[in-house]
């Protein structure tokens, strides 16, 4: 046989790759434990029905679900070698960028005397420790969702899944327990406990994503 009729021997039937991806049904596993693991650990505040007919909750929310999809899109885009994922990390630290240069104009606006209020709120000092409480319940299922996936930098993927963690436990705490109303706490207090939740996943990454 020739060579030429071997290759196309070979060659048939064959058809492209799909590109690997997480996990969706796995990822809507860590939101449903994310909103368990707020119940049963935190509870609800007692004012939910009330604060969800109103906007702020919301859109705490929308802040940390959007910062969990750039984070799954940024860990998705590592774990395919050759895939530039700069255009991805971009796009997540805009979303930061975002939210952080809003909380500082809310600051700018507010009166002196107020502004450490509207920053610290009553609950800087247990947000980020509740967000990593609620991360460390919904992290299995974020790592999980990436088995089909091969990062050729697995502690930087870890981080973007740590990321994802993060932000999908920041948006059940903010939905369903915290009563923090201020961009500019949200934008300090939830987005460090989002980042300590992605270092957290880097040294999990680490590990856990080589191949």
């Known amino acids: 046989m020739k060579t030429d009729d071997l290759i196309d021997a070979l060659a048939v039937g064959l058809e492209p790759v799909k590109p690997a991806r ?101 609950t800087w000092d247990i947000c980020g420790r509740n967000i990593l409480l609620i991360s460390a319940v919904t992290a299995p299922f974020v790592y999980l969702s990436a088995r089909a996936l091969a990062p050729t930098r697995p502690s930087t993927a870890g981080a973007a899944l740590g990321v994802m963690t993060g932000a999908v436990a920041a948006t059940a705490y903010g939905l369903l327990h915290c009563p923090e109303a201020t961009v500019a706490f949200v934008a300090t207090w939830y987005t460090l406990g989002v980042a300590a939740a992605g270092v957290i996943g880097a040294i999990v990454g680490r590990f856990a994503l080589r191949w």
């Open 22 to 122: 997480a996990s969706l049904l796995l990822l809507a596993a860590a939101t449903v434990a994310a909103v368990v693991g707020v119940v049963v650990l935190l509870g609800v505040r007692p004012d939910l029905v009330q604060a969800l007919g109103g906007s702020t909750p919301w859109l705490k929310g929308l802040y940390t679900l959007t910062l969990a999809v750039a984070a799954v899109r940024l860990a998705t885009r590592l774990g395919r070698p050759g895939v530039d994922a700069r255009p991805a990390a971009a796009v997540l630290f805009a979303v930061v960028a975002v939210v952080a240069g809003a909380g500082a104009i809310e600051l700018a606006l507010t009166t002196p005397d107020q502004r450490m209020v509207v920053w610290l709120g009553r």
